[in-house]
């Protein structure tokens, strides 16, 4: 009876650690914005900050998740590239701010990278038009040569063109994703698609202000 006892508690002890180890392996790490010096406030182009907070998660070795905190963040025309180690969440609880007047492709690109989760709730704002006489259009958002992804509960809003680009894509899916800009604004499309297989979409909003 005793070594019976004595022997199901080892097994009870053997299986809790087995569980544990599994569950630390497969646990998310975290990378905090604002852990690379980035400044909220709009004022600061934050950039470098988030291009190093990318890296880092990328090449973690597991999944990761890069949380844009509360707060507004401004960021310069950023590409954030794959392939990464790992499933890799972007989480944005607050707002990342383009500068005004944007220039170029594209605003925020996400490129070649496999099992992507876009959410947090937070907004992209474009802050509108182009810089004046300018012949390009940026993108706010573009997704290249992403697969097996989702973006999910995401605000796209005041692009100078398009709100989101999915180009070369395989399998991923949008969620709602509310895009938003003024009525008047020049040329604002809302989702453009191509060379991509099964993107599915579904409570998408898209709504002009007065
Ligand atoms: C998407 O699927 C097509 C067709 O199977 C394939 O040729 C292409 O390489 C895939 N794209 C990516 C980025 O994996």
Redesign the pocket.
Known sequence: MEIKSSNSKFILSLVLLIFFFIKGQCQSKFFFLDHYGAVEGGQVDNSKALQKAWEDACKWKGGSNLVIPKGTYLVNPIQLIGPCSGPIEFQNTGTLKAPLGLNGDFWIEFRYIDRLTLNGGGSFDGQGPPKEGSSNLPTLLRFS???NSKAQDVKLINSPNTHFNLF???NTELFKITISSPGDSHNTDGIKIGHS?GIKISKLTYSFRR
Do not use: E
Request: aromatic letters at 14%; hydrophobic letters at 30%; one cysteine or more.
């Open positions: 040569f992403v697969t070369g894509c395989n297989n």
